[in-house]
């Protein structure tokens, strides 16, 4: 099967994107399963564009003629589906390019559109309305995660049939397992002695990721255990650049500065590598934890105990004190009393790690490919 994979934003580019590296993932195992896969993405991509999936880095701006173009579907050789990527913001203003998947029902009668919806969340209200379209015209459409699951079942019941949940996997694969002196290099270069408890937080540096709970939490940590350190790994996106500063200054103010390290942007494996030496992974959304988080799934693939925060949408996959700790969001004492408490039961946290690594084979490449590709070939029969 030949699927045209549709995404603005692709890795490598300037910017790191969490949508961009899902799509990535996806359809590198989908190759491996067999499958033929061309990716239509933005002029700002940077990387191969002949390699095991080549890629078409030639739009300029995803308007209603590029739409109309895509309907005709002008791919060499001709695919079997086109399947979007979808989040509020990441076409760009106005219904325009929304419009694809009704055009190629005009268009070319028979050729099947997917989309998946990554988010539903934020945006004007025309996003609401381009969701609908998307949702409404597509074939067939995948949920990402939850939230966008509880968001159609209660607002668009009756399409409760066209749409099909398959969760998102980590971009961060486990590097190979370092030896011991392997870690202590790790430990060294992040300036940590060997038995220093390290708290990992992993994933881009904006506001909603819990941050300034975290370094709240820090002085009362730092009273149970004065070794610990925060390793606060991330890139932070142009926009943003103003904000880390006042986490700084929040560091500052509370006395634990020396106790945070930024490690900024990382390649995978660096990342990786980091994570492995971690003894906890702490992840205090504002909005509650999510299996929608990249940054949640790298956690879980590491096989890290991790501390995150109740979520107002009910979860079949995250249950606190099974797979997960979980506290309120935005409460620093309790996040730093479960922080503490972890560190001072080790067979707790053993517990909590082998349930995340038990949780995050649900959520491997190869299981969401194969999903994926089911979806495909029940789409194509029709």
């Not at 191969?48 to 890629?55: E, H, I, K, N, S």
């Not at 650049?241 to 929040?250: C, D, I, K, V």
């Not at 067979?347 to 909590?352: F, K, N, P, Q």
């Amino acid at each position: 099967m030949r699927i045209y994979m549709v995404c603005p934003s692709y890795p490598p580019q300037d910017v790191t994107c969490g949508v961009g590296d899902y799509t990535r993932c996806l359809t590198e195992e989908l190759v491996r399963q067999g499958e033929e896969v061309l990716v239509l993405t933005a002029d700002r991509y940077r990387g191969r564009t002949d390699g095991a999936v080549p890629v078409q880095p030639t739009v300029q701006a995803w308007t209603l003629r590029t739409a109309w173009w895509l309907a005709g579907s002008r791919a060499r050789p001709p695919v079997d589906l086109v399947h979007l990527q979808y989040t509020p913001d990441l076409y760009g203003p106005g219904l325009g390019f929304k419009l694809a998947p009704l055009l190629a029902r005009l268009r070319r009668a028979g050729l099947p559109t997917i989309v998946t919806f990554h988010t539903l969340i934020g945006g004007p209200l025309w996003t609401k309305v381009a969701a609908l379209i998307l949702l409404m015209t597509a074939h067939r459409s995948i949920s990402a995660n939850e939230e966008v699951s509880a968001l159609l079942r209660r607002h668009v019941p009756t399409y409760t049939g066209r749409w099909t949940e398959i969760p998102i996997g980590t971009n961060i694969h486990v590097a190979p397992a370092s030896a011991t002196l392997d870690k202590r290099k790790e430990r060294a270069r992040l300036g940590l002695p060997e038995d220093a408890p390290l708290l990992a937080h992993f994933g881009m540096v904006y506001p909603g990721k819990g941050l300034e709970t975290m370094i709240a939490a820090l002085p009362k940590i730092l009273s149970h255990e004065r070794r610990a350190r925060l390793v606060i790994v991330g890139d932070t996106r142009p926009e943003n650049h103003a904000y880390r500063p006042t986490l700084e200054a929040l560091a500052d103010r509370l006395g634990v500065a020396s106790a945070i390290i930024w490690s900024g942007r990382r390649t995978n494996e660096e990342v990786s590598r980091i994570l492995q030496v971690s003894d906890l992974f702490v992840v205090p959304y504002d909005d509650g934890v999510s299996i929608r988080r990249g940054s949640l799934m790298a956690g879980l693939a590491h096989s890290l105990p991790v501390i995150s925060t109740h979520s107002p949408v009910s979860s079949t996959y995250i249950k606190d004190g099974v797979n997960m700790a979980l506290v309120p969001p935005k409460d620093a004492d309790a996040l730093a009393t479960r922080v503490a408490a972890l560190l001072a039961t080790p067979g707790e946290a053993a517990h909590l790690a082998k349930a995340a690594g038990m949780l995050a084979e649900q959520f491997s490449w190869p299981a969401i490919a194969r999903a994926t590709r089911a979806l495909y070939a029940e789409v194509v029969r029709r």
